[in-house]
């Protein structure tokens, strides 16, 4: 099994509210994609990391320079206006010799060796796994006008996290199979399980927590110090 990680960082940096992407902002010391690097460095099993920007990106060639990794570090590809298409741009990128892959949110800075571990154990498997979490809120889906419509049975939820991996055969039969409905899917797995690939949960890990918002950046920060 080889594997490649596709290092999603393609946002903005809109939502988060800053001018600079947040996946480059400096936290205790350094730009958080380079804490999730590091973290990424744990795994042995790692063979290569394909990073995916955005096409106005001026900051990442500086704030990986000087690193040396156990995997190799690809030169970075630009991603597109959807999270779909920089899947299938990092896809088209990644050596021949890559037979499964895992996407990753740069945002995600703290995925554990155990996690990636478990993860990439599960999908070599079963084919496809992603890294999940129990609920134990209470969760109610609503209409439009915002009335409850349903109680669903929180044992059978479950709170999904990345690296999301699969075969990468898989993941490009699913990509085609689902070409009109990618704007529909809210992750890589979803696209796998409307192409009809079974995925399969694998521990995930409560600090491998994405950051969004600037509460997220500063818990983040607390975590690293």
Not at 99 to 116: E, F, I, N, S
Not at 118 to 139: M, N, S
Not at 148 to 165: C, G, I, N
């Amino acid at each position: 099994m080889k594997i490649g990680v596709l290092l999603l960082a393609a946002g903005s940096g809109k939502r988060f509210g800053s001018a600079i992407p947040k996946q480059y902002l400096e936290v205790a010391g350094k730009p958080l994609i380079l804490h999730t690097l590091e973290s990424l460095n744990q795994s042995t099993h790692i063979a290569v990391v394909q990073p995916v920007i955005g096409d106005r990106d001026i900051w990442y060639a500086d704030a990986v320079a000087g690193y040396d990794w156990n995997f190799e570090l690809l030169q970075p590809v630009v991603g597109g206006a959807e999270r779909s298409m920089s899947m299938q741009r990092g896809l088209a990128a990644l050596p021949e010799a890559i037979d499964m892959v895992a996407v990753h949110d740069a945002a995600r800075a703290l995925p554990c060796k155990a996690l990636l571990d478990d993860v990439f154990t599960v999908a070599e498997k079963h084919g496809a796994a992603v890294p999940g979490l129990a609920v134990h809120d209470t969760i109610k889906r609503i209409n439009a006008d915002g009335k409850v419509v349903e109680t669903p049975d929180r044992k059978s939820l479950m709170a999904v996290q990345t690296p999301q991996v699969a075969r990468r055969d898989w993941f490009d039969q699913a990509l085609a199979q689902e070409k009109d409905n990618l704007h529909l899917h809210t992750d890589d797995a979803s696209v796998l399980e409307a192409a009809g690939f079974d995925v399969y949960i694998s521990q995930g890990d409560v600090n491998n927590r994405k950051v969004t918002t600037q509460a997220d950046m500063l818990w983040l920060e607390e975590q690293l110090r």
